[in-house]
């Protein structure tokens, strides 16, 4: 099957290849970045477990021939930058635009009333984030809030969309940051860029910061041959969880990964809350069908309650996909008889048989075998 975001990264890794082939690795480095997150897109977008899988070797692929010229450019480009005052403070002002283009300053427009279901997730984020925040009175000594909190589960259940939900609700500065991208646009300088991002965070605090895919960042593997620029981020960060400045601001932590099993062991002792997020309940289910339809007016034929019966398995990605598709079709059709241009027709309701058809093309995204996986590392470390 060929989409345009499957086009779009085709086109940017075979760029890569070329640049990468001619010699001209440091100039690939974008166009690996770029295939690397359209595949994870597609990633989500996907029914085929095979694709799936193909999609995500691939991305991994570039992902780490992005950070091996990056551990070598990085070195070099250190070297060179520390001789020269006029580019080490270029690299300074870059470091500084870096961690103010993580700084989400516009509330995310996610409602806590927004996220169906997930309620151990939401209980463990408020206890967490939310009453510190609001309370800071009543987590004196003892009591203290949670400093690092690990997100885990299969792709597509609302790992980040939760995050979005907290920082919406509180005031606090959020950090969004991808850790994947950190490395492959910064592996020279992403100890320091990590270093400095803290200590905004503890001049800004209360702070949030949310590490996306920290696997990328954590990861066990690479052993003896990981290379010494990964080494020192590692160290860096796992330093900056633990505790930043006086230890009083509040400042947590919150990484998501779909790839616990990668996190090695000091770096999931950071992690010491561990909220495993999952497939929806039918009951959330149901309310996802309601909040992915706002604002549509459907036919009364629409029954929630039967499509939530109907959609077991389904992650919550896969559900507002669904949703999206079934009130697309009376545009298409629409369109198709090209009466579109006229402004005085209007489109039928969406009924519940768009559903039904909709959910006919968009499959459950995450396997049994797949989700195994993650309870079995669930049981084994908690969440
Ligand atoms: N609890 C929820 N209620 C309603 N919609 C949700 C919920 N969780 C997720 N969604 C929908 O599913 C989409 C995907 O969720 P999200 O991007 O947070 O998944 P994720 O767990 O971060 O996946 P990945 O591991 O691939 O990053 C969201 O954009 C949102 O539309
Ligand atoms: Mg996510």
Redesign the pocket.
């Known amino acids: 099957m060929s989409s345009p975001l499957f086009e779009a990264a085709k086109k940017n890794a075979s760029t890569a290849y070329k640049l990468d082939q001619g010699g001209q690795a440091n100039q690939a480095v974008r166009y690996y970045v770029n295939a690397a997150e359209q595949l994870q897109q597609l990633?989500?977008f996907t029914d085929d477990t095979s694709m799936k899988n193909l999609y995500y070797q691939k991305a991994m692929e570039y992902i780490l021939r992005v950070k091996e010229i990056r551990g070598i450019a990085g070195s070099s480009e250190s070297r060179s930058s520390s001789s020269t005052t006029a580019s080490s403070k270029e690299s300074e002002d870059e470091i500084e635009s870096a961690i103010s283009s993580v700084i989400v300053r516009e509330k995310p427009n996610v409602k806590w009333e927004?996220?169906?279901?997930?309620e151990n997730a939401k209980r463990a984020l408020r206890e967490a984030i939310i009453l510190p925040m609001s309370r800071p009175d009543l987590f004196k000594g003892a009591r203290k809030p949670w400093k690092g909190i690990l997100m885990f589960?299969p792709?597509?259940?609302?790992?980040?969309?939760?995050c979005k939900a907290v920082a919406s609700e509180v005031d606090s500065t959020f950090f969004s940051v991808s850790a994947a991208n950190l490395i492959s646009k910064w592996l020279g300088e992403s100890e320091k860029l990590v270093k400095e991002l803290y200590e905004r965070a503890v001049e800004e605090a209360p702070s949030i910061i949310f590490f996306?895919e920290v696997d990328a960042l954590a990861g066990a593997r690479g052993g003896g041959s990981e290379n010494e620029a990964m080494r020192r981020v590692k160290t860096q960060l796992l330093q900056a969880v633990e505790g930043f400045g006086t230890g009083e601001e509040l400042l947590v932590t919150v990484g998501?990964t779909?790839t616990p099993w990668d996190i090695d062991a000091a770096m999931r002792r950071r992690f010491e809350r561990r909220v495993y997020?999952t497939l929806?309940t039918k009951n959330?289910r149901e309310?996802?069908f309601q909040?992915?339809t706002r604002g549509v007016p459907l036919d009364s034929n629409v029954n929630f309650i039967e499509l939530s019966n109907y959609t077991a398995g389904y992650t919550?990605?896969d559900i507002?996909l669904l949703c999206r598709e079934a009130l697309m079709y009376p545009i298409r059709e629409l369109d198709a008889e090209g009466a579109l241009k006229n402004k005085d027709i209007q489109p039928r309701a969406p009924s519940f048989n768009d559903f039904l058809t909709s959910m006919e093309s968009i499959k459950p995204s995450v396997s049994p075998k797949e989700l195994t996986r993650y309870e079995e590392w669930k049981d084994q470390f908690g969440g």
């Open positions: 990633i989500n927004d996220v169906a279901g997930m589960g792709p597509g259940c609302g790992k980040t969309y939760l996306d998501a779909n997020i929806p959330a309310k996802m909040i992915h919550a990605a507002a």
